[in-house]
């Protein structure tokens, strides 16, 4: 496996609601990418993507976990989020 590219996708300070406005949002765009393609996995194939379902469950349960621990923090307290992308080329062979 070899690196192919490296994105930055998030580097900033964020205030609370910030920062949950914008985690949040991440997470919902991930949930609707495999909802959608547990869809048409189901449109397709005729039965449910458990690759899809497990992962659409992971991430309501990381963002369940992330929304908890953003109660503990004060409402004027700045958060430093920082998110990079990774792309790897993988050998299929």
């Known amino acids: 496996m070899s690196k192919l590219s ?28 495999h909802s959608v393609s547990a869809w048409r996995y189901e449109e397709k194939n005729g039965g449910k993507s458990e690759y899809h379902e497990n992962k659409i469950h992971e991430l309501r349960k990381e963002r369940d976990r992330l929304l908890q621990e953003l109660e503990l923090i004060e409402l004027n ?8 992308v990774m792309c790897y080329w993988l050998n299929t062979n």
């Open 6 to 33: 490296e994105y930055q996708l998030i580097s900033g300070h964020f205030e609370k609601e910030e920062a949950k406005n914008l985690l949040t949002d991440l997470f919902a765009s991930k949930i609707k990418y």
């Open 77 to 84: 307290q700045i958060l430093q989020i920082e998110s990079k």
